[in-house]
């Protein structure tokens, strides 16, 4: 569901309603450009769990996310439980990098499905 700003320091923030759902076809490609994961960082000693988006590839456009430093083949990071929890509770994404298209298809609304075929492109 749109929000114009997710992360309690606005680690995901959108411009507009189009900008939300490219992200979303960009994020749903799953060619390994990125991951989604939860990381169980309270099992460390952290104080809790982590939602992450992996940048595998470099972004090919420039959303506006805060990004973090990335270890072994993950160039960087996106922090942020709030955006991970909605696109999961809201438009069928999954962890890992395999996402189902047609299902989070069915989540877009009809007048910004040429915004996520967009984001599916890049």
Known sequence: MYKSSFGTSGQVQFAN??????????????????????????????WASEGRIQILRPLPYPFNVSLTAGVGNIIARVNCNEFIENIRANHSFVTGTAQNIQAIRQTIPPQYLQDFDAGLTL
Do not use: P
């Open 17 to 46: 309603e189009h900008e939300y759902y490219k992200f979303l076809g960009y994020l749903a490609k799953s060619d390994g450009s990125t991951s989604l994961v939860w990381e169980h960082n309270e099992e460390q000693g952290a």
